[in-house]
C-alpha cells in the first residue's frame, strides 16, 4: 500500500534522512521506532507531502506521491495526526471534526453517520463539540485530533507519537483504539517513542537510527530482541 | 450636545470606511503575517474601477441606488481580480522566503500601483461621478443625517455580516481560520492552503474596493496616492484593534474614525493625520497585542 524507496531528506545541509527504506502492506499495523532525532517525524512529513525529498521515492497504491502537495496526498485517502496533536485551537471542536472531512464530496448525512462512529471510539469528544478546542485537556486534544483524522475516511493512517504526554491508563486506551481502528480496515503506520507498547500491537516494525532503517521485524520478534530491549525497552 | 451627535454620526461614517480597509489588512496578516502595503492601492483601484465603469456604463452622471449598486459590484469584482493578481504573481513565489523579503515586495508592488496609476489614470485629481444623489434624511436643529451617511453605514454593515457568515459559518470560512492558525496542520487536513489564501485577498480586495467608492461618492475627488494615508490609518485601526483579529479591526476602525471626527470637530484639525501616529505609538508603548488581540500563547 505504501513503499518508500530509498528516501533522502534534507534541512537546508543536514541530511535528516540519509537511506530509509520500508513499506507498508494493506491492512498492517506498522511502527517505527527510534531515538529522539532519528528521523522518524520527518519520515512522516516527507510522505505526507511537506517536505520534498532529495532523492528517493515514495509509492501509495503503486503511485508515487512524492512530487504531490499535501492536500492531494489526502484526497487519495492518505491522512496523518501530526507530533505536538496540530489541532486548531481556534476552532470548536466541531469545527476541527469537520476540518477533518474537509476534502469528503459524501452527503451531510453519511458524515454525520460518520462522525456518529468517531464518538463511539472517542465518546468524551462529543461531550465537547462546542467547545473551543484550544481550552481541552491534552488527552482530549489527543482523541480530538486521531477524531478528526479518521473523519477524513483514511485508508492509511499516520499517527506522530500518539501517546505522548499522556497518563498511561489514556496511553493504554489510545493503543486500545489504534488496535480496533485498524481491525476496522484502516492501514496504520505509527511512530512511537512509547516502543514497547507500539510493538505490542505493531505487526511488523523498522528500528531507525539517524536517518537510516537499521533493523526490522516482527514486532514480537523486535518486542524480545535484545538490541532493540537494550536500546529502546530500557534493557 | 448637537455638535455632538454630528460628529458621532460623521466619526461613524468615516469609522466604517476605515474598517471596510482595515479588515483586507488584518485577514492578510492573520494568514500569512504579510502587512500587505499594496491593499491601500487596491483601495484607489476600487475608486478608478468605478469611476471607469460608470463611464463605460454611460450613468456617470445618472444618480440612483441602481447605478450606486452596479458600480460596487462591478468595483469589489475589479479589485478582487487585482488582489488574486497581486498575490498569486508578487507574493506566492516568496512563500517559504524570509518574511522580509515579501515586506519589501510589498512596498514594491504599492510603489508600482501608484506609479502605474498615475501614468494610467494621470496624477490630476479626478471628480467621482455622481452615481448617488446625497440628501439629508434628518435634520434635526444643527444635526444632519445625510443619505450618504445612512448609504455608507449599511453597506458597511451588510458587507460586514456577510463577512461574518463566511467566516464563522462556511466551509471556506472555517478554512481559512485553520489555516490561519497552522498552514501545515491544514494542508495535513486536505485544505489547499494556496487556494484558501487567494480566497483571502480576493475577499480583502473586495472589501477595500467597496471603501473607495464610498469615499469616492463622500469626498469626490480622487487621485492615485489617494490611498497612503488612508490605508496608513485603517492599518492603525487593524494594530489598535489586534492585527489578525476580525472584530478587532472592525472596533479599532470605529475608534479612530470617531476620535478623529472629534479631534477635527473641536478645533485641532491640524492634529487630523497626527492622531493616527499618536495613537500608533500609544498601543505599541501600552498593548502592543491591540484591544482584542492576544499575544502569541501557545499550549504545548
Ligand atoms: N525544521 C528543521 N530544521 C533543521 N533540522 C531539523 C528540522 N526538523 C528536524 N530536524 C532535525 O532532523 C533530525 C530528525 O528529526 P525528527 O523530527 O525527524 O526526529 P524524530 O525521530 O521524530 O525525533 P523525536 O522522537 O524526538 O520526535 C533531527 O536531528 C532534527 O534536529
Ligand atoms: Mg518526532
Not at chain 1, 492536500?71 to 476552532?91: D, K, M
Not at chain 1, 476541527?96 to 460518520?114: F, H, P, Q, W
Not at chain 2, 469616492?216 to 492615485?224: L, N, Q, V
Not at chain 2, 484593534?241 to 474614525?257: C, E, H, K, P, Q
Amino acid at each position: 500500500m505504501l513503499k518508500v524507496d530509498k528516501l533522502k531528506v534534507c534541512y537546508g545541509n543536514i541530511d535528516a534522512l540519509k537511506d530509509i527504506s520500508f513499506e507498508v502492506k494493506k491492512g498492517e499495523i506498522i511502527s517505527l521506532i527510534g531515538a529522539n532525532g532519528a528521523g522518524k517525524s520527518t519520515t512522516l512529513r516527507a510522505i505526507s507531502g511537506l517536505l520534498r525529498p532529495k532523492s528517493g521515492d515514495i509509492f501509495f497504491e503503486n503511485k508515487s506521491i512524492k512530487a504531490l502537495p499535501p492536500h492531494e496526498i489526502v484526497r487519495l485517502g492518505l491522512l496523518q495526526s501530526p507530533e505536538g496533536r496540530g489541532i486548531f485551537a481556534n476552532l470548536t471542536v466541531l469545527e476541527n471534526l469537520e476540518m477533518g472531512a474537509y476534502t469528503r464530496k459524501d452527503s451531510k448525512e453519511l458524515i454525520k453517520k460518520d462522525m456518529e462512529h468517531v464518538f463511539a471510539l472517542f465518546p468524551r469528544v462529543k461531550e465537547r463539540l462546542k467547545q473551543v478546542a484550544g481550552t481541552l485537556s491534552g488527552g482530549e486534544q489527543q482523541m480530538l485530533a486521531m477524531s478528526r483524522a479518521l473523519m477524513g475516511k483514511p485508508k492509511l493512517l499516520l499517527l506522530d507519537e500518539p501517546s505522548l504526554g499522556l497518563a498511561p491508563q489514556i496511553v493504554e486506551t489510545i493503543f486500545n483504539i489504534i488496535k480496533k481502528i485498524n481491525s476496522e480496515g484502516v492501514t496504520i503506520l505509527l511512530v512511537e517513542q512509547n516502543a514497547a507498547q507500539a510493538l505490542k500491537i505493531s505487526h511488523r516494525a523498522y528500528v531507525i537510527e539517524t536517518g537510516n532503517v537499521v533493523m526490522t521485524g516482527l514486532g514480537s520478534e523486535l518486542l524480545v530482541s535484545p538490541k532493540v530491549r537494550e536500546a529502546y525497552l530500557g534493557g | 450636545m448637537e455638535e455632538f451627535i454630528q460628529h458621532l454620526i460623521n466619526g461613524l461614517s468615516l469609522g466604517s470606511i476605515y474598517a471596510l480597509i482595515a479588515l483586507g489588512y488584518t485577514m492578510v496578516y492573520g494568514i500569512l503575517q504579510l502587512i500587505n502595503f499594496a491593499h491601500s492601492d487596491v483601495y484607489m483601484m476600487g475608486a478608478f474601477i468605478g469611476l471607469y465603469s460608470s463611464r463605460f456604463l454611460g450613468i456617470q452622471e445618472k444618480p440612483g441606488l441602481l447605478s450606486f449598486i452596479s458600480v460596487l459590484f462591478i468595483s469589489m469584482v475589479g479589485c478582487s481580480i487585482v488582489g488574486f493578481l497581486i498575490e498569486r504573481l508578487a507574493y506566492r513565489p516568496l512563500r517559504g522566503a524570509p518574511k522580509l523579503n515579501a515586506l519589501i515586495t510589498a512596498i514594491g508592488v504599492s510603489l508600482f500601483l501608484q506609479y502605474s496609476g498615475q501614468i494610467v489614470f494621470g496624477a490630476t485629481p479626478q471628480s467621482f461621478p455622481n452615481i448617488l444623489e446625497d440628501a439629508d434624511l434628518l435634520a434635526l436643529g444643527g444635526v444632519h443625517l445625510t443619505l450618504f451617511d445612512v448609504t455608507i453605514f449599511m453597506t458597511t454593515l451588510s458587507l460586514m455580516l456577510i463577512l461574518r457568515y463566511i467566516i464563522n459559518s462556511t466551509k471556506l470560512g472555517k478554512a481559512m481560520r485553520a489555516v490561519s492558525y497552522n498552514g501545515q496542520w491544514a494542508s495535513l487536513m486536505g485544505i489547499p492552503v494556496n487556494k484558501i489564501i487567494s480566497m483571502t485577498f480576493i475577499i480583502g480586495s473586495a472589501l477595500a474596493a467597496a471603501g473607495g467608492i464610498l469615499v469616492g461618492m463622500k469626498y469626490p475627488k480622487i487621485e492615485p496616492l489617494m490611498g497612503t494615508m488612508i490605508g496608513l490609518k485603517a492599518f492603525v485601526a487593524a494594530v489598535l484593534g489586534g492585527i489578525g483579529n476580525i472584530s478587532g479591526a472592525v472596533l479599532g476602525a470605529m475608534i479612530m474614525g470617531i476620535a478623529e471626527e472629534f479631534v477635527v470637530g473641536y478645533g485641532a484639525s491640524t492634529y487630523r493625520d497626527a492622531l493616527a501616529f499618536g495613537i500608533l505609538i500609544l498601543i505599541l508603548l501600552f498593548r502592543p497585542a491591540g484591544i482584542l488581540g492576544k499575544l502569541n500563547v501557545e499550549k504545548v
